[in-house]
């Protein structure tokens, strides 16, 4: 692989920033330093930059319960009880996933799949890590089967370095949008497991109803949502059930893959999610396609209240509620989407993104490389549920909130997440500098 060039001496015409922020245009032999109008920018190698290393092994028989984050090339997934580098540090694919970054706050364990910032030479950390976002790691690759990351060739590559007054102002502002967007996140693992928590309490483990049986007050409920739950429980083929409760398949309370797009549809664009873009709730990208150009695959149309799960790695947790979805936003044939029919869409929502179900789903999934269910196998799922439709309401009226402020929640960081992308390169580069940034995020606010 050849090495990369520094670009320092060539003469040519290109845009940089003025002495005040502004994008124009510059001649390099009339003015042949970045530095006298960046004040203070260098061009650097990125092994001057910061010093990386390489994680360590910690095979999973060795790992002992505890609170350190262990650090894989696809980020956290997993804890530790010994602190393998002092925190914050800054972690990189090495093999396997390359080219994500993560900036980690606390002492961490590196695994070997990895690299970590050894040193950073006096630079900040979160700097470090929004530079090395712009740094093109497939350029580093050895090329094998697995990728991997040639640090030799990652040490050479050229980058701008700011002064540290504006690296610690870039961090900041690109740092402000990504901890919004990391506490939406929180958010929401909290909102939604508030109603999953409810559901089970609920349906699962009929805790009201035990309650009243046992003489005590159901807790966390008025009055008037208390009355609706029975007092007793009565044997069934299924097991013991409140009375007047009954097991149902979802196939009964729902329509499975209801609304296809067609041929006649009037619809000049399609935005198109795919299974690999999605997890437990979220949706990292959208697609946009002009009509006739999406793949045969995006065919699934989406209602309001739809809960839509992956039928592929079902275990995965590739799902999402769709509130609000544009009229042409369409999903894979590998999601089975369920429209609420005879049952409130919180209450479908939450049923089908029990862990239980989930582990179900996965025993049951078939075929190799890509184990996949049947959407009957989904439809087949069934749930308790009670005649008194009044539960089901009083369920969806305390939960749907919960569902819709995460959803509102999303669809903010997907914005905070688009200003931080247009944002980024622009600081990195030096053609906007901190105080039009800071403007920047004030009219998006």
């Not at 330093?33 to 390489?54: C, D, F, H, M």
């Not at 393998?84 to 590196?110: H, M, N, S």
Request: net charge neutral; aromatic share 8%; glycine share 8%.
């Amino acid at each position: 692989m050849s090495k990369p060039q520094k670009n320092v001496s060539r003469v040519s015409t290109r845009q940089t920033p003025s002495a005040h922020g502004d994008v124009g245009l510059r001649d390099e032999a009339a003015n042949p330093t970045y530095e006298s109008i960046a004040g203070g920018w260098n061009e650097k190698t990125l092994g001057e930059v910061l010093t990386p290393q390489r994680g360590f092994d910690l095979p999973a028989q060795n790992r002992k319960p505890g609170k350190v984050p262990i650090v894989s090339s696809s980020g956290i997934t997993d804890y530790h009880s010994e602190v393998g580098v002092a925190g914050p540090g800054v972690v990189t694919g090495r093999y396997g996933t390359i080219g994500q970054v993560f900036l980690i706050k606390e002492d961490y364990w590196p695994l070997n799949t990895t690299l970590w910032v050894k040193d950073f030479h006096g630079n900040d950390p979160r700097f470090t890590s929004y530079l090395l976002r712009t740094v093109d790691f497939r350029s580093c690759s050895d090329k094998s089967s697995v990728p991997g990351v040639n640090r030799n060739d990652l040490h050479r590559i050229p980058v701008l370095l700011p002064p540290l007054p504006e690296q610690e102002a870039i961090a900041h502002i690109l740092g402000t949008l990504d901890d919004k967007i990391e506490l939406n996140r929180r958010m929401n693992a909290t909102l939604e497991a508030m109603a999953r928590a409810l559901f089970h309490s609920w349906f699962v483990d009929f805790a009201p109803v035990r309650a009243k049986l046992d003489g005590r007050k159901p807790a966390g409920l008025d009055g008037a949502t208390a009355a609706l739950f029975p007092a007793h429980f009565l044997n069934s083929e299924d097991g013991k059930l409140p009375v007047g409760w009954r097991y149902i398949a979802i196939e009964e309370l729902c329509a499975i893959n209801a609304w296809t797009l067609g041929k006649s549809d009037d619809l000049d664009t399609l935005e198109y999610v795919e299974i690999s873009e999605v997890s437990r709730g979220n949706i990292a990208n959208i697609a946009t396609y002009q009509r006739g150009e999406e793949p045969s695959r995006a065919r699934r149309r989406l209602r309001y209240g739809d809960t839509v799960l992956s039928t592929v790695r079902p275990d995965r947790g590739s799902y999402f509620l769709a509130l609000n979805p544009p009229e042409n936003r369409v999903v894979s044939t590998g999601f089975a989407v369920l429209t609420p029919t005879k049952a409130p869409w919180a209450f479908i929502h939450a049923a089908l993104t029990q862990a239980d179900f989930s582990e179900h789903l996965g025993q049951m999934a078939d075929g190799g490389a890509y184990p996949a269910v049947r959407p009957e196998i989904i439809g087949a799922w069934k749930v308790a549920v009670p005649d008194q439709a009044g539960i089901l309401d009083a369920f969806q009226n305390i939960c749907a909130p919960l569902f819709e402020q995460a959803e509102a929640n999303r669809s903010q960081s997907r914005t905070l997440a688009t200003l931080r992308d247009t944002l980024l390169p622009k600081l990195l580069s030096g053609k906007l500098r901190a105080p039009e940034a800071l403007r920047e995020m004030k009219k998006a606010a």
